[in-house]
């Protein structure tokens, strides 16, 4: 404990926020999570590449987490300190008529609406995704046949040795839920994205369409990580869910949701074992009763 406590002293000098023993639940949109050794909401580059340095020297791992989405956090917590990335990395700004630089701290929603707000189309299917711009370039977040990796054209990252990089157009490998990202162990500091000009009005009423079809078929209303699995070939994961009858099955208190099979919801406090036990359970029978096979989009952390 006394490399965390160095850690925690370091990140409070550079101006960060630290919290210990933080309970991840509180920073997730599953509201599942036990607690990590550090929390610390890191306000700008500086202080970054400090923490990433310090923590490589004293061998404490450390996770990037954005809005806290598509994740499911271990209930025995995290060993190591999370970082928010918030300050500086939440700025936006144009860097031309039709390019966004964007701190990867904001909000999905953040980008969505200063791009509608200055005639920039291409990201409205994006409204309405829970995530951070850090989290939709790592994973490549999309819906409605629409993909983050459609409009970004860098990104911009520190390595685990505590130097800034970054990554142009095919560099950054992104695929349907991939990156370069998930697995050079770099955190993502901003991104570039390239759009198309537009109406601010018309950009509104598609984003304003793509939310409302997206309350009406998803559970928005109650925690959950997004669609648990991937899109297999040829077919999609809630329907085969559903065909296989699981709509509404439960363990503990986790939940197939009778909305939308395609997601696990917290009913009430359910655990990360709650939801393996689940997630296992829908793999085993659907792999049983259609011999396809659902591999998880929801990343577990541990």
Aim: a neutral charge.
């Amino acid at each position: 404990m006394e490399k965390i406590e160095a850690l925690k002293k370091a990140a409070e000098n550079a101006g960060c926020l630290v919290l210990k023993d933080e309970p991840m639940s509180r920073h997730t949109t599953f509201q599942i999570g036990g607690p990590a050794d550090l929390y610390i909401a890191v306000k700008d580059i500086i202080a970054l590449k400090d923490i990433v340095r310090l923590a490589s020297a004293l061998n404490i791992p450390l996770l990037p987490l954005g809005n806290g989405s598509n994740v499911l956090v271990s209930d025995a917590g995290i060993r190591g300190a999370v970082l928010s990335l918030a300050g500086d990395f939440r700025r936006i700004t144009l860097s031309d008529p039709t390019t966004i630089a964007c701190g990867s701290g904001t909000t999905l929603a953040g980008l969505c609406k200063f791009a509608q707000r200055n005639g920039l189309t291409g990201l409205e299917f994006a409204w309405g995704i829970p995530g951070s711009v850090g989290g939709a370039a790592f994973m490549n977040a999309g819906a409605f046949e629409g993909q983050f990796s459609d409009v970004l054209i860098s990104t911009t990252h520190v390595t685990k040795t505590g130097k800034t990089d970054s990554l142009l157009g095919p560099e950054m490998e992104m695929d349907y839920r991939k990156s370069a990202y998930q697995k050079n162990g770099c955190i993502i500091t901003s991104v570039v994205a390239r759009l198309e000009p537009g109406n601010p009005e018309q950009i509104s009423m598609q984003m304003d369409d793509y939310f409302r079809r997206r309350k009406e078929k998803q559970p928005l209303e109650m925690p959950s990580a997004g669609s648990i699995f991937k899109r297999p070939d040829g077919a999609y994961a809630g329907a085969l869910i559903e065909q296989c009858g699981l709509k509404g099955e439960q363990i503990g208190g986790a939940m197939v949701s009778e909305k939308h099979a395609g997601f696990i919801v917290n009913a009430g406090d359910a655990t990360c074992s709650d939801v393996m036990a689940l997630i296992e359970k829908i793999q085993e029978t659907v792999q049983k009763q259609t011999g396809v096979s659902l591999e998880c989009e929801v990343r577990p952390i541990s």
